[in-house]
């Protein structure tokens, strides 16, 4: 099925820095979301974008959905220990049947003390 | 409050034999979903119940693969005649409403065909 293109696939930092990851589709999407997922966990829902140049922040990370509604970007900055893990991005379309969720393949982040 | 359980957390079975996995949504969640994460992958979707409505099945592999949903809350995925592709951690997800709520996730059952 469809996936989004999330990049990278791995960071490797060190803590205190900053970090950014990416993810773009060929289609549109109404509703962009980032999702942490822990080992051995399900996804946790971190931020949702709903309207497209929309900025939004939850601590440490910022979100922003793009213009062309193809693409979103997640920062985290002064990343420490536990933002440890895998970050996915997922894309929503509205209307009936459409709102499952299409995941991008993921960004493994490991932070170095 | 309780959030969506997942059972069993880990399944071992031979190929071709089927196996059913569990999932318990969040109470008073009238959607459910299934994905599949295979190894090094982001999670697709296999299907949705909301409510009474018909399932969006549009997700499901194949004719082994189907669900079902009991009285509007407990849902159970049943793999039949198992291929050893078929492994993956199976996640289930509920929300309140449905398409545009945000989708709490279990913590997977873990599905190895040997």
Request: aromatic share 10%; with cysteine.
């Amino acid at each position: 099925g469809q996936q989004l293109n999330q990049s990278p696939q791995s960071m490797f930092i060190q803590e205190g820095e900053d970090v950014s990851m990416n993810c773009t589709s060929s289609s549109i999407f109404n509703t962009w979301l980032w999702y942490k997922q822990d080992p051995g966990e399900g996804p946790v829902l971190l931020i949702a974008l709903y309207k497209a140049g929309e900025l939004t922040s939850n601590g440490r990370l910022t979100a922003q959905f793009g213009i062309t509604r193809k693409d979103s970007f997640l920062n985290i900055s002064a990343s420490i220990p536990s933002d440890v893990g895998i970050y996915f991005c997922a894309g929503q379309k509205s209307g009936t049947s459409y709102g499952k969720l299409t995941f991008g393949q993921g960004t493994i982040l490991t932070v170095h003390p | 409050g309780a959030g969506v359980s997942q059972s069993p957390s880990n399944k071992v079975t031979e190929k071709g034999k089927d196996v059913e996995l569990r999932c318990d949504p969040i109470s008073g969640h009238t959607a459910l979903y299934w994905y599949r994460q295979s190894l090094g992958q982001g999670l697709e979707f296999l299907i949705y119940f909301q409510g009474n409505s018909a399932p969006d099945k549009s997700g499901l592999p194949s004719d082994r693969f189907s669900a079902e949903r009991t009285g509007g809350s407990v849902s159970t995925l049943t793999i039949q005649r198992t291929q050893q592709e078929d492994s993956a951690v199976y996640l289930c997800a509920s929300s309140l409403q449905g398409l545009t709520d945000t989708q709490y996730f279990g913590p997977g059952t873990r599905l190895t065909v040997l």
